[in-house]
């Protein structure tokens, strides 16, 4: 008789549920059998579970791509890590073959996976995963700091290239989790004034208890002009975490700033003056997920200097997935950690 366990799986176009599934086994000789700690719930997942679904995702698979695991087991060909080892896995698998991949831009892959939306994931007790996409941290680090590893790492890109120079003003559009990651992150890096634009009240107050120079309300406050008194020419560098908001994020940068897109929105076509980034010399720079990000997100982890467990509000079990979903959607939650 298999061994079973339970899993969140995902079934198509708004039908999921949490099943009893046979639990996976080493196939692969590069395989590694993880008995999953923790598991994040982000925004790709509720765009997935969403009707229409808002996010591609195969039918069959165990979502769940924020995950920390524990190894139990490896395949063969395995010598990097062993049982007991901590791990924080990286859920997008290249192919190492196509010509990105080859130029080093493995983030736009041409034949791209990822664990927990194509394949399955951590929203269930065990997962395999490929060696190659495990980046082993120290058991010392908190747990729940370790699961924020994977959105950290997408932020950790992005920053870097921001390319910041200590002291310099960041304006961050959105006050989600990412939005609070970008503000650790620029905190700790040496940023000087940074600010939050958020029109959801508990996200703003979220902000400026995690240090957040000043937390700008869109809807009732303007907020080029409260960023443009208050750093005298407007921001060095604007991040858009939402997707939609690059006319904005235009309006709060300085001359010669830096515009990085974040967010990602299929829909956003946003008009803006090409004239505008000409005459006055803004850089736009688009950043997607990571390449090299993990080896430094675990070092910074396993320092301490990016307290990002902060963001946890909701620590659920699998059976409360869909409360958890909710919470995301009211927005009255930032992380929701699930421990399945
Ligand atoms: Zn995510
Ligand atoms: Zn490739």
Redesign the pocket.
């Known amino acids: 008789m298999t061994a079973t366990m339970q899993a969140i799986v995902f079934h198509g176009a708004g039908k999921w549920g949490l099943e009893e599934v046979a639990q996976p086994t080493l196939i692969a000789s590069d395989d590694v059998l993880l008995k999953v700690e923790r598991t994040?719930i982000?925004?790709?997942?509720l765009h997935i579970l969403s009707t229409p679904p808002g996010h591609p995702a195969t039918p069959g698979s165990i979502l769940g791509?924020?995950y920390v695991a524990t190894v139990v087991d490896t395949g063969d060909s395995v010598s990097h890590l062993q049982r007991g080892d901590r791990v924080v896995i990286d859920p997008n698998i290249t192919c190492g073959l196509c010509q990105y991949c080859r130029l080093g831009m493995t983030n736009v892959c041409e034949r791209m996976t990822t664990l927990g939306i194509f394949r399955h994931g951590g929203l269930a007790e065990f997962n395999v995963a490929p060696a190659k996409s495990l980046h082993r941290i120290s058991n010392d680090v908190p747990i729940e700091r370790a699961a924020l590893a994977?959105?950290l790492a997408c932020v950790w890109h992005a920053f870097e290239k921001t390319a910041l120079v200590p002291g310099e003003s960041v304006a961050i559009l959105g006050g989600g989790p990412i939005g609070l990651l970008f503000l650790l992150l620029f905190k700790s890096a040496g940023a000087g004034k940074v600010f939050l634009v958020e029109p959801a009240d508990f996200r703003r107050q979220q902000a400026e208890a995690l240090g957040a120079d000043g937390a700008i309300n869109p809807k009732t406050q303007n907020a080029a002009s409260e960023i443009k008194s208050a750093t005298g020419i407007g921001a060095d560098i604007v991040v858009d975490t939402v997707g939609s908001l690059l006319p904005e994020a235009l309006e709060l940068v300085r001359f010669g700033g830096r515009v990085v897109l974040f967010g990602l929105n299929q829909h956003a076509e946003r008009t803006i003056s090409q004239y505008y980034p000409t005459r006055y010399e803004v850089t736009i720079i688009g950043s997607f997920i990571q390449r090299t990000a993990f080896p430094k997100v675990v070092r910074a982890l396993e320092s301490g200097i990016i307290p990002v467990e902060e963001l946890i509000t909701h620590r659920i079990g699998l059976a409360e997935l869909s409360d958890g979903l909710e919470a995301l959607r009211q927005g009255t939650a930032i992380k929701i950690l699930a421990h399945p």
Do not use: S
């Open positions: 994040g982000c925004g790709t997942d791509h924020e994977e959105p």
